[in-house]
């Protein structure tokens, strides 16, 4: 009896082993070894034959090999489930696992938009530091000493100056407008030229609803032979319609920016009131201030070496949150930078 027993281990053992990774090979195994009429169930049955003295140890010895055959089936199924779950076996019945797309955010995308028109109108993109001198971003745009926007209040300063021998002493500070990249690029480049200018500027404004310590602009500037204030117009009020459609009607108040004279703001008539005056997004004045804009203040040609007589041209500044809450009908800045993704998918 014990030499019949170990033989049918051994056979068993064997058999289960090549089986590997066969269903149905396992299967046959199982029934050939523990079905109703497998060996060793009939060793078992066979158990009425053995002397009676034997018979405990005989059954001990059956019930090892019944476990150790059930234990290396199961070890073997085990093993083949898990190749089929990594993919061993496909199911196309199965629902596929979606995966959600991320996108633009906001002013990314209004960035883009707003580059686009300017891009078709021959402008070409540019982009400068975000920290900055004194001289690019006050002195070079004519921006006197005394003017209030170069309180410590409306700019943050940085505690690093810039000591190298080749310039003037110049504090650092985080920029407070694109428009030091004006001066930057007329450095490099002789006119004509047509350039807008992305990126982040930083003003130290308490948050609220409409402030933001960052926001962005988009600068532009077109400078050449003759260029005119019509031009200026013209460019702004195809930006307008574009961006905001086609039945934006713009208007230009004078104003003062010390890098432009004449200088100007540009409203767009209400796009929730269409004007009329009528809502809380304008104040019942049926007017949004979009941008700021200009000629080209001569004194700045001078501080690049152009040709202050000869040369002209027109330039405007604006803030993408602006245009984007104004565009989407947000409400609040802090939107943008919450990251909240329920807000963020939306657009
Ligand atoms: N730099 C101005 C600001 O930050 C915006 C601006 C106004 C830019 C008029 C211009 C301009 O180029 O011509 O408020």
């Known amino acids: 009896m014990k030499e019949k027993i170990?033989?049918?281990?051994?056979?068993?053992?064997?058999?289960?082993?090549s089986a590997k990774g066969d269903r149905a090979s396992l299967e046959a195994a199982r029934v050939k070894y523990l079905g109703r009429k497998g060996m060793i169930t009939e060793l078992f049955k066979s158990m009425a034959q053995v002397?009676?003295?034997?018979?405990?140890?005989?059954?001990?010895?059956?019930?090892?090999?019944?476990d150790n055959v059930t234990k290396a089936l199961d070890d073997q199924l085990l093993s083949l489930a898990k190749v089929e779950e990594a993919?061993?076996?496909?199911?196309?019945?199965?629902?596929?696992?979606?995966?959600?797309?991320?996108?633009?955010?906001?002013?990314?995308?209004?960035?883009?938009?707003?580059?686009?028109?300017?891009?078709?109108?021959?402008?070409?993109?540019?982009?400068g530091p975000e920290i900055e001198t004194e001289y690019y971003n006050f002195e070079a745009l004519n921006i006197p000493l005394e003017?209030?926007?170069?309180?410590?209040?409306?700019?943050?300063?940085?505690?690093?100056?810039?000591?190298?021998?080749?310039?003037?002493?110049?504090?650092?500070?985080?920029?407070?407008?694109?428009?030091?990249?004006?001066?930057?690029?007329?450095?490099?480049?002789k006119p004509p030229f047509s350039i807008v200018v992305p990126g982040?500027?930083?003003?130290?404004?308490?948050?609220?609803?409409?402030?933001?310590?960052?926001?962005?602009?988009?600068?532009?500037?077109?400078?050449?032979?003759?260029?005119?204030?019509?031009?200026l117009k013209g460019i702004l009020s195809i930006f307008a319609r574009r961006i905001f459609g086609s039945k934006t009607r713009l208007r230009f108040r004078p104003s003062f920016f010390p890098f432009t004279e004449p200088?100007?703001?540009?409203?767009?008539?209400c796009i929730i009131c269409k004007g009329q005056g009528k809502c809380s997004v304008c104040g019942g004045k049926g007017w949004l201030e979009i941008l700021g804009a200009?000629?080209?203040?001569?004194?700045?040609?001078?501080?690049?070496?152009?040709?202050?007589?000869?040369?002209?041209?027109?330039?405007?500044?604006?803030?993408?949150?602006r245009i984007a809450m104004l565009k989407y009908g947000i409400d609040d800045i802090r939107l943008f930078f919450e990251n909240d993704i329920r807000?963020?998918?939306?657009?």
Request: aromatic share 8%.
């Open 6 to 17: 170990d033989e049918i281990t051994q056979e068993a053992l064997k058999e289960i082993e």
């Open 51 to 66: 002397d009676p003295a034997e018979r405990p140890e005989a059954g001990r010895l059956i019930n090892i090999l019944k």
């Open 87 to 127: 993919g061993g076996r496909l199911d196309i019945t199965l629902p596929g696992i979606s995966r959600r797309l991320g996108k633009k955010h906001p002013i990314t995308k209004t960035i883009d938009e707003i580059l686009g028109i300017f891009i078709s109108l021959g402008f070409r993109v540019v982009e």
């Open 147 to 189: 003017h209030p926007s170069r309180d410590a209040f409306d700019t943050f300063y940085i505690e690093t100056v810039d000591r190298r021998p080749e310039t003037v002493d110049q504090k650092y500070l985080l920029r407070s407008h694109t428009s030091p990249v004006q001066i930057r690029f007329m450095e490099k480049n």
């Open 200 to 231: 982040k500027v930083y003003r130290p404004d308490a948050t609220d609803a409409s402030h933001s310590f960052m926001f962005h602009q988009v600068e532009g500037l077109a400078v050449g032979d003759n260029i005119r204030f019509s031009d």
């Open 263 to 269: 200088s100007a703001e540009v409203d767009i008539s």
């Open 294 to 321: 200009g000629m080209v203040n001569p004194r700045v040609f001078e501080n690049v070496g152009y040709d202050s007589e000869k040369i002209t041209g027109l330039a405007f500044g604006m803030g993408v949150e």
């Open 343 to 347: 807000f963020l998918r939306q657009f």
